[in-house]
């Protein structure tokens, strides 16, 4: 342990700060005294033979040692108190025992006194009040009872030795040493307090700094959160515009005038604004470059307007600023509204609107309309967010109507043409079992032959051909039909009406070898005419029998089914079409599944239609959600042919809900009577839960 390990004896992390120089000096001046007491215990054994001078000086020895002691167990108060008292009581007793009589003083010792009043100073701290207090009254009062306590002792004992000049200069330089380490300690504490007023004001002023700049942080904190909270309000504003408005759009998607006059008068209201107009493009007709917009709702001034109006959109330019946006598919905003653009008033004058926001109805990158909103307050930006936005889900709307409506009519028309294929099927079934009743009476009655074939002649088409496919002869039917004149066909082989690809196939080798030995055959065949188009023909091939019952010909009689096989074709395309890109399943009148296409199976999940065929319709309703009422009245509708479309819960093959946008069509017979239900489908389910997790995010939000 070095002198600097001493001298902070007592000093732990709880010692306040003002009390760790006291205890420094407490420390140092008891070990100032200390060794002074023991350097001097030898010279007073020397000079004087008093046994009362040497037990002070020990007990004085002992008395600094247990000051530190102490301080180093803690008790600084204590220790401090301690070494005032035993400078005091020691210089004061030997004053006291050094005086002949009460009036006469030793100075040396007066002096030492006198500068041990100085101590309480140095190691007690102003704020230490009692303690200080104390000390002072330990240092002096000594010195002020000299007179009284030397004149009732009677403990007599001679210390005259130390009124020697010596010993007094002793004491004068010990008083003087002690009074100068005072002042030098109280000017040295003086000179720390000012730096530590000095430092104090500089932190008071870097805390100023930091309280100015925490107030600055904490306004810019407040405009911060004030603008947060703003941005919230308007996030809060348009979430729940778009819920209002999905609600709307999945509820009035039926008609396009009817969705856009409840759908402007809530955009008028929610947005406060004046008035509203939403135009639709016209559907495009064949050979048409030019296009319309049409208006087909208008709201102002919380009324309903019935006006027409249209704008035109040619392939180089628009009609006004309609045009323009619709031409550019950007959004327009206009604060200072033309003069006379707008020609709808109030009944309470001819107040125009000051601000005007036109945006086109976009999705999938095609432009279904526009919509312009006028109003005599400004657009804010969050307001035009929300339009724009919107503007998407009204297009997406009117997209899917206008789908629909295709749909049905789709519908409708191939509905149409099956119903004529099937005409026109019956009637060549007809045709074909008078041909067979023919060609059986001409096998039966070879004299009638001539004249059926006659009759024959002028109303089929016909051509003979040898065994191996050379042409003898035709009419005037057949060759009609294929343009050729009977000398350009007559030696040639069959091939000429047949494409090279099917003349060099195997079957096509199969098909004459098979009517050379006598066979037949009927159907439905391609055929090239002269001028290279494709026809299709009804045809029948017949071996023609001599006497020994040996062919030796075969007639080909014909029916140009061309347009009726285009028809067809053209329905069986369409039909395709809707296979491809719409899911379906059939159902007889009683619910049983007859045939489902594979976009159905995949929307309810099943792997094969052996699953599912058969089976009633009620496998894609969950038990808790089947009424056995509603589920009559729903297939007697059905069975009476009434359509029936909406959005309908279902489940899948695993049973989990599912969303369906459906329509239930009755299909009729040729006497008009249902015999089975086609259903068309769209999967929803996405929508339903995106739907969903907004209405959650609502509720949350409020």
Known sequence: ?????????????????????????????????????????????????????????????????????????????????????????????????????????????????????????????????????????????????????????????????????????????????????????????????????????LDIEAKNLNLQKTEQDSREYIHQLEEAKHKEKERTWASEGMVLFSELLRIKNGDIEELGNYLLAELVNYLQANQAGMFILRDEKANQPEKYLDLVACYAFDRKKFLKKEVGIYPEHAEGLLGQVFLEQKS????????????????????????????????????????EIASFNAFKQYQIDFIENLSESIASTIANVKVNNHTKKLLELSQEQGEQVRV??????????????????????????????????????????????????????????????????????????????????????????????????????ERICKNGNNIWLNVSYTSVLNLQQEPYKIIKYAIDITAQKRLSLNLDNQLNAINRSTAFIEFDLQGRIIDANDKFMQIVGYREKSEVIGKHHNIFINQSDYDETEHTTFWAKLQQGEFISGEFKRKNAIGKDIWIQGNYNPISDSDGKPYKVIKYAHDITLLKQSLEKINVLDNHTK
Not at 341 to 356: E, F, H, V
Not at 458 to 464: F, G, H, P, Q, V
Request: glycine fraction near 4%.
């Open 332 to 371: 327009l905003y206009l604060q200072q509204v033309p003069k006379d653009y707008t020609t709808i008033t109030s009944g309470l004058g001819d107040a125009k609107p000051n601000s005007l926001f036109i945006v086109p109805l976009i999705t999938n990158s095609k432009v279904y309309g526009v919509i």
């Open 1 to 201: 342990m070095n002198i600097s390990q001493v001298f902070r004896l007592g000093i732990n992390q709880e010692t306040p700060k003002y009390i760790i120089p006291r205890i420094i000096v407490s420390n140092q001046l008891a070990l100032i005294c200390l060794i002074l007491n023991l350097l001097t215990l030898p010279l007073i054994l020397l000079i004087s033979s008093s046994k009362v001078l040497v037990v002070i000086f020990c007990i004085n020895i002992v008395c600094y040692c247990l000051v530190i002691f102490c301080n180093l167990l803690g008790l600084d108060k204590f220790a401090r108190l301690l070494l005032i008292f035993i400078n005091a009581f020691v210089a004061g007793l030997l004053h006291i025992l050094s005086m002949p009589n009460p009036e006469e003083t030793t100075a040396g010792l007066l002096a030492l006194q006198v500068s041990f009043v100085i101590i309480p100073w140095l190691i007690f701290d102003l704020r230490e009040k009692l303690l200080t207090s104390l000390g002072i009254l330990m240092t002096t009062l000594p010195i002020l009872c000299l007179g009284i306590v030397r004149q009732n002792l009677l403990w007599e004992v001679d210390f005259s030795f130390f009124k020697q000049s010596a010993i007094e200069t002793v004491f004068y330089l010990f008083s003087f040493l002690m009074i100068s380490f005072g002042l030098y300690f109280l000017q040295k504490q003086a000179k720390n307090s000012k730096d530590e007023s000095e430092k104090l004001l």
């Open 424 to 525: 026109q099927e019956e009637e060549m079934r007809q045709n074909m079992e008078e041909l067979q009743t023919t060609q059986e009476e001409l096998n039966k009655q070879a004299q009638e032959m001539k004249s059926y074939l006659n009759g024959i002649n002028k109303s089929l088409a016909s051509i003979e051909f040898d065994l191996k496919g050379n042409i003898l002869t035709a009419n005037e039917n057949f060759l009609n039909v294929v343009k050729y004149e009977l000398d350009e066909i007559k030696g040639k082989h069959h091939q000429l009406f047949v494409s090279k690809e099917y003349a060099s196939s195997d079957e096509y080798a199969h098909f004459w070898k098979a009517l050379g030995q006598g066979g037949e055959w009927v159907g439905e065949v």
